[in-house]
């Protein structure tokens, strides 16, 4: 390749390889469609990469520059005793026209509706931009009305004969709107549009397959990122309780790790801590970290106290369970430098909130005091030494003459 004369505009102006797909932007700039769309469609830009002009990341505005793709091919087969293969014709994308029509036709039976899901997948599952045009051509919202109407279909085999089983018409839309990873434009829009469609998906936490409820999570988790205080501040108790049986049953690593970074972005808001204490998050969170020891989920579970233990609810819970503070203390030092901040934090709440004589007995007697005097000698953040230095510092005199404490740590301990 590096002997061979390469025509300029053959090349992608982003990543300067050889275009397969071409296609031209508003700006009459060619680029190949891959890196154009990645450029587009990250959510990160919306100008053209050569005149920094703003455009649409409406994907149908990519036009096909069939010219070049064919002198592409021409040059190709020419250069073939170098090696060079030539470039396939590209299959052409699908059109909002296409999809908007096949959604029409869905309208009139269950029947038609099962075929248009299964077309519906297929098409989605063949490229970003397949992906993009659903947004354009409203198959996100007549995905969302399926999933809301819970509608159900027995059985589509002896149908089609192809042993295609569909048990639930809902369970297929929402799969494709999961996958669909919609834009935030999107999720705003599927939010903002669809009344009660939170209120469909705590359901399906509730009643529905594994695979319904990991989706359902999933899907919930991406929509929470984006949206509106007053959604968040507006959640149902039920809504809560739901989310963290799906942390209890561990259905996959995914949905468990979507069910917690969903917590986090719920917490901070309105009556959110108590919700979910009240549907049993710490203690569950507490089993949880028994059990867990990957650095991530770590981080997470003792993420979520942090922001339980922000509340009397949340504390008195903690305190409640019986390996509730040891298993906490235990995290310090064993997983990483954010988890032992974490659980640093946890235990600076108690201390300053729920100090009673019994709880800084059990601190000294469970050596969570020797883990925090620990702390003090080790390589570990300063913020984490600074709130280890204000727990010990603040229960100074209760613990100063504990014999649990090593000598070697006593010439560093805090003085009241």
Known sequence: MEEIDVPQYFLCPISLEIMKDPVTVATGITYDRESIEKWLFSGKNNTCPVTKQVLSTDCCELTPNHTVRRLIQSWCTLNA??????????????????ISKLIRDAKSSPQLQVKCLRRLRSIASENDTNKRCFEAAGAVEFLASIVMSNTYFVSFEESNGDGFDFTRLSDEALSILCNLQLSDIGLKNLLNKNVGFIESLTQIMQRGTFESRAYAVLLLKSMLEVADPIHLINLSPQFFIEIIQILRDQISHQASKAALQ???????????????????????????LLEKSERRDCELMLMTIDFLCQCAEGRAELLKHGAGMAIVSKKILRVSQVASERAVRILLSISKFSATPGVLQEMLQIGVVAKLCLVLQVDCSNKTKDKAREILKNHARAWKNSPCIPNSLVVSYPVA
């Open 81 to 98: 005793s170098y090696g060079i293969e030539r470039i396939p014709t590209p299959k052409p994308p699908i059109n909002k026209a296409q």
């Open 262 to 288: 969903s917590l986090i972005n719920l917490l901070p808001w309105g009556r959110n801590r108590v919700k979910a204490v009240e549907a049993s998050a710490v203690s569950i969170l507490i089993d949880l």
